[in-house]
């Protein structure tokens, strides 16, 4: 609420208009990529896992940025706030998301390599 | 918030109440916290799900097969059109939203109510759409076989195209009837029968000389493996034990149970803080329409709320990326 007296209604809104194309404009060319999923988009691998699907995982981030920044006034907030939120759980998620994606690579390969057959 | 906060005598000293250390009201961070824990509520489910994922990472069903459908668009291969327009539908609401909060902040009721009132219907709009999706998810397309490995079999012709188990079937006299609790006196419970047997299934494959086999392996450029007509006869006589069409929790025509099982949850979670979202959404609309915030001084909580919708729509951003496009 500290910002509603420096704010005019007019630059504030048309910030939400901005943050809405943008939005949109991303949305868009995710699905574009993914129903034409380019060759070289899907034959380049990086850290393991295909360049497409790095794409989109960064603009899906670069999307949840512009939702917590500006829809949800993160940007006006104090920085102190902001951060509890933001830090925590990018730390906890960053954590949760290395830990179980490294076992379940680690299983697949037990099924794959071990001496148990799985589908007989 | 005035009216609301209850006075102690201690205004003014350090832990009296009613400070606002981060400048945001308790309300507010109250509700900043409840959408952290309940964003890492969400990760938890999107990690468990890349964990599986990556446990199948070469058997695991493409999105683009499985949610094709389009509204009045039957037959028509429409990958992801329609949760792209989801998405759009649900940012919509995620801007009126926003409009309406800054619209409070200028205490203008009549903006504010209109644009509450278009937040819902984009809420519900959205949430009918999930359930369309639900509905032809759980009612399936072209149906499969199951092996006693516990995986699927699917059928296309010689050009790779799918086909359905409807067009392969050769009806067989005599099977099994559904044991129903009209036919006999100690009924208890009956199992439902199929629509087509596996029997009928193998023999309409043998007549049809065109047909092959689908796995659920993944290839190198990432398509599902198709086996030679021996190899597909070999494979349905040796290994298939039944059919299956559509999905729920155990069996699933489109690849992993636990695909589907994933499915139902996460968009299932998510679905039901869109109606919870919507239900609160409904209450604060009749509050401004009644003038309870304009009386109060303050649209904070329709702030508060605004936080929680667009959370919603922030969640939904995430598994439309890891369920629909990775």
């Given at each position: 609420?500290?910002?509603?007296?420096t704010?005019s209604n007019?630059s504030?809104?048309r910030?939400?208009?901005?943050?809405?194309a943008i939005?949109?404009?991303v949305?868009?060319v995710?699905?574009?990529?993914?129903i034409?999923?380019?060759?070289f988009l899907?034959?380049?691998?990086?850290l393991g896992?295909?360049?497409l699907?790095?794409i989109?995982i960064?603009?899906?981030i670069?999307?949840?940025y512009?939702i917590?920044w500006?829809f949800?006034h993160l940007e006006h907030?104090?920085k102190?706030?902001?951060?509890?939120?933001v830090?925590t759980?990018?730390?906890?998620?960053?954590y949760?998301i290395?830990?179980?994606?490294?076992?379940g690579g680690y299983i697949y390969?037990?099924y794959?390599n071990g001496?148990?057959a799985?589908d007989? | 918030m005035?009216?609301?906060?209850?006075?102690t005598g201690?205004?003014g000293k350090t832990?009296?109440g009613?400070?606002e250390?981060?400048k945001?009201?308790y309300?507010k961070?109250?509700m900043?916290?409840?959408?952290l824990s309940d964003?890492?509520t969400f990760?938890?489910?999107?990690?468990?799900?890349?964990f599986?994922?990556?446990?199948?990472?070469?058997?695991?069903?493409?999105a683009?097969e499985?949610?094709n459908?389009f509204p009045?668009?039957?037959?028509?291969d429409?990958?992801?059109y329609?949760?792209?327009?989801?998405t759009?539908?649900l940012i919509f609401s995620s801007?009126?939203?926003?409009?309406a909060?800054?619209?409070?902040?200028?205490?203008?009721?009549?903006?504010v109510t209109i644009?509450?009132?278009l937040?819902?219907?984009?809420g519900?709009?959205?949430?009918?759409?999930?359930?369309?999706?639900w509905?032809?998810?759980?009612?399936g397309?072209?149906?499969?076989?199951?092996t006693n490995?516990g995986n699927i079999l699917q059928?296309v012709?010689?050009?790779?195209?799918r086909v359905?188990l409807s067009?392969?079937?050769?009806?067989?006299a005599g099977?099994r009837v559904?044991?129903?609790s009209n036919?006999?006196?100690w009924f208890?419970?009956?199992?439902?029968?199929?629509?087509?047997s596996?029997?009928?299934?193998k023999a309409g494959f043998i007549?049809?000389e065109?047909l092959l086999?689908r796995t659920?392996?993944?290839?190198?450029?990432?398509?599902?493996?198709?086996?030679?007509?021996e190899?597909s006869?070999?494979?349905?006589?040796n290994?298939?034990?039944g059919?299956?069409?559509g999905a729920?929790l155990?069996?699933n025509?489109?690849?992993?149970?636990?695909?589907?099982?994933?499915f139902?949850?996460i968009?299932g979670?998510h679905?039901f803080h869109?109606?919870?979202?919507v239900?609160?959404?409904?209450i604060?609309?009749?509050?401004?329409i009644?003038?309870?915030?304009?009386?109060?001084?303050?649209?904070?909580?329709?702030?508060?709320?605004g936080?929680?919708?667009?959370?919603?729509?922030?969640?939904?951003?995430?598994?439309f990326?890891f369920?629909?496009?990775?």
């Amino acid at each position: 609420m500290a910002h509603d007296t420096t704010h005019s209604n007019g630059s504030a809104t048309r910030r939400i208009w901005i943050v809405f194309a943008i939005l949109s404009v991303v949305t868009i060319v995710e699905v574009i990529l993914g129903i034409i999923k380019p060759v070289f988009l899907t034959d380049t691998f990086l850290l393991g896992m295909r360049l497409l699907n790095w794409i989109f995982i960064i603009l899906t981030i670069y999307k949840a940025y512009y939702i917590a920044w500006a829809f949800m006034h993160l940007e006006h907030e104090t920085k102190g706030l902001r951060r509890a939120i933001v830090w925590t759980a990018i730390f906890l998620i960053s954590y949760l998301i290395f830990i179980l994606l490294t076992e379940g690579g680690y299983i697949y390969d037990v099924y794959k390599n071990g001496h148990t057959a799985w589908d007989f | 918030m005035e009216a609301t906060v209850v006075r102690t005598g201690t205004e003014g000293k350090t832990w009296g109440g009613g400070n606002e250390p981060l400048k945001a009201s308790y309300g507010k961070m109250m509700m900043w916290f409840f959408i952290l824990s309940d964003a890492l509520t969400f990760s938890g489910f999107l990690a468990a799900y890349g964990f599986s994922r990556f446990k199948f990472i070469d058997s695991w069903p493409i999105a683009d097969e499985v949610f094709n459908h389009f509204p009045f668009l039957h037959g028509v291969d429409a990958p992801m059109y329609y949760v792209a327009l989801m998405t759009f539908i649900l940012i919509f609401s995620s801007v009126t939203m926003v409009l309406a909060v800054d619209a409070g902040h200028h205490m203008k009721k009549g903006k504010v109510t209109i644009y509450m009132f278009l937040t819902i219907i984009g809420g519900a709009i959205f949430v009918g759409s999930q359930a369309w999706e639900w509905k032809n998810f759980i009612s399936g397309e072209y149906g499969a076989v199951t092996t006693n490995g516990g995986n699927i079999l699917q059928f296309v012709d010689s050009d790779g195209e799918r086909v359905a188990l409807s067009d392969i079937a050769v009806p067989i006299a005599g099977d099994r009837v559904e044991h129903e609790s009209n036919t006999g006196i100690w009924f208890d419970a009956g199992e439902d029968l199929p629509t087509y047997s596996l029997d009928e299934i193998k023999a309409g494959f043998i007549q049809n000389e065109g047909l092959l086999i689908r796995t659920q392996k993944l290839t190198e450029d990432g398509k599902k493996t198709i086996l030679s007509r021996e190899e597909s006869l070999m494979k349905l006589n040796n290994d298939a034990n039944g059919t299956v069409e559509g999905a729920n929790l155990t069996h699933n025509e489109y690849g992993a149970p636990l695909f589907a099982d994933f499915f139902f949850f996460i968009t299932g979670f998510h679905g039901f803080h869109v109606l919870s979202g919507v239900i609160i959404n409904i209450i604060i609309f009749f509050n401004v329409i009644i003038g309870t915030y304009d009386r109060r001084g303050s649209y904070e909580m329709v702030e508060k709320v605004g936080l929680y919708w667009h959370f919603v729509d922030l969640v939904w951003v995430f598994v439309f990326t890891f369920f629909y496009l990775v």
